[in-house]
């Protein structure tokens, strides 16, 4: 579409939503709920499809068959014109873990709300165990099963779709009593706009890869399922390529943060003689934030696997080498990244990968609305997370809630939130409830952050746990890897799922026990 189709699409959009908002304070010139009249109108339209995951709708995971016209959005429909409304954009432990909340409280039978959650995959991840994907540790449907599955038996709907833009208009009702019969709009990128009555954030962050010259190029970001087969991929390759050379296979990680580290330990475990691992930080220590029990377990095993460290250094670019027979065979090629270093005494250097991970910085992919409605914008930091006030809605916004990456809520001593899973959990619990009080017109909890600890992987049989109701414990080894696995299989989303998984991870563990009973066995016979 040219640009100037979009332009006038765009324009169409904020008169449409603008004629809306004038429809709140003059009734005769709204549509009425659910009616499907528009400004827009378009003869061109072409097939587009949906996934619904849902008991009450066409079955578990139907595909159904909608018309998008090219430049006029559809209204969704909704099942029910008369109960509450929910959109859930992002199908993150935020996202998917407040439509479960919803879906788990007990409602008034004219109360309970219409969910609907809308997500660019197909699959939910777990992303704390995307490590263990590299190990092989754990299989693709373990840590990333669809929502389909997962919300099979559920009223929840879900929807296959990106969002695009955001038209809030619940600010319009600020200074008097909010009884407008709408929160909003949604416009996701097939055409499809989603009228809402209570909004939840929840799409996640990327990595930011566009600070450093060359970092967007040649490097890969560790935060998401394609990313992990991305990089799965690569080492596969160069594993290939040199399995029979005597030549090392060189891997960077750029960030000594939990990400990078347990990133270098995956990395350096799987390789182990065939690689050698390269960790870059610009401070001069790993983990900087972690309890101290998991940092010093964390630089044992770095200082096993002869992980080098190259700390008090920063980035300053990554540039691709020619070479001349990786090209011949349109192979992968090798990289040079120059560093500067951040404390005197040390000296600029150049470190020379075959693989370079990135690990440093993320941005929230919270899309940020359509210019001429700036009447509505939502206050975003400098990250582009949304400011919440402590029952976690946006400021300004009383129908709009976020959660996770997307949300920029302080601590008492000012300091953000982390975006971590634990937060984005606990918040996910909150963000229900709430969404519960305000429906029912009852009081809304301010959400409080309870840490229970940090845990960090370092291998196939090795990880650390420091639980913060006991200070200064710490479980490392093969006992803090199982305690781990126990944590994280308690959190994987529905009973059904757990079920699954807790068998497949105990049938894979009797069976490396199994071998490596034989294994013991075979060298005690050779040794006799």
Not at 45 to 59: D, E, H, N, P, T
Not at 443 to 461: A, K, T, W, Y
Request: proline share 5%; aromatic share 8%.
């Amino acid at each position: 579409m040219s640009s100037t189709a979009l332009a006038a699409s765009a324009t169409l959009l904020r008169l449409n939503c603008e004629a809306k908002h004038q429809g709140r304070l003059f009734p005769d010139f709204s549509r009425g709920r659910g009616s499907k009249i528009s400004l827009f109108a378009s003869s061109q339209r072409k097939s587009y499809q949906f996934v619904v995951a849902s008991s009450a709708s066409v079955g578990n995971g139907g595909v159904a068959e909608m018309s998008e016209a090219e430049s006029a959005p559809r209204y969704y429909s909704w099942p029910d014109e008369k109960k509450p409304r929910v959109c859930i954009l992002g199908g993150g432990f935020g996202g998917l873990f407040t439509a479960l909340r919803l879906e788990s409280l007990v409602w008034p039978d004219d109360k309970k709300p219409q969910v609907l959650l809308v997500d660019q995959s197909e699959h939910f991840v777990f992303k704390p165990m995307l490590y263990e994907l590299l190990s092989g540790e754990v299989d693709a449907w373990e840590i990333a099963p669809r929502f389909s599955d997962l919300l099979a038996n559920t009223s929840v709907l879900f929807l296959q779709d990106k969002v695009k833009l955001l038209y809030p208009s619940d600010h319009l009702v600020m200074n008097g009593p909010a009884k407008s019969s709408a929160g909003g709009s949604v416009l996701l990128e097939s055409g499809l706009l989603i009228e809402y009555d209570w909004l939840v954030l929840s799409l996640g962050a990327e990595a930011k890869l566009d600070v450093v010259p060359g970092a967007l190029e040649y490097a890969l970001p560790f935060v998401s399922m394609e990313d992990a087969r991305k990089v799965d991929l690569r080492l596969t390759k160069l594993e290939r390529r040199k399995f029979s050379k005597e030549s090392l296979i060189r891997v960077v990680v750029v960030g000594c943060g939990y990400a990078g580290v347990e990133l270098a330990a995956t990395v350096s475990e799987r390789l182990q003689d065939r690689g050698l691992v390269q960790a870059i930080n610009v401070e001069n220590t790993i983990c900087p934030n972690a309890p101290p029990g998991n940092r010093e377990a964390a630089s044992k095993v770095l200082s096993s696997r002869k992980v080098e460290l190259l700390l008090g250094y920063f980035v300053r670019c990554i540039r691709q080498v020619v070479d001349t027979e990786a090209s011949e065979k349109h192979d992968i090629g090798k990289y040079i990244l120059e560093l500067q270093p951040t404390e005197k005494g040390l000296q600029s250097q150049t470190v020379e990968a075959d693989l370079v991970l990135w690990t440093v910085g993320s941005k929230s992919l919270l899309p940020h609305l359509e210019p001429g409605n700036r009447r509505g914008a939502l206050p975003l930091n400098g990250r582009g997370q949304a400011e919440t006030d402590e029952t976690l809605r946006v400021n300004g916004h009383p129908r709009i809630f976020a959660v996770g990456d997307s949300s920029a809520l302080r601590e008492s001593n000012g300091r953000l939130l982390p975006a971590t899973a634990q937060v984005a959990f606990q918040q996910a619990d909150f963000a229900g409830w709430n969404l519960w009080a305000a429906i029912n017109n009852r009081p809304l909890l301010p959400f409080r952050f309870q840490n229970l600890g940090e845990m960090i992987v370092l291998g196939r049989n090795d990880a650390a746990i420091s639980p913060s109701f006991i200070e200064g414990l710490t479980l490392d080894g093969p006992l803090g890897h199982t305690a781990r696995k126990l944590a994280y299989l308690i959190r994987l989303p529905t009973d059904e799922h757990r079920l699954k998984v807790g068998i497949s991870w105990l049938t894979k563990s009797a069976i490396d026990s199994v071998a490596s009973l034989q294994s013991t066995l075979t060298k005690v016979i050779s040794n006799s």
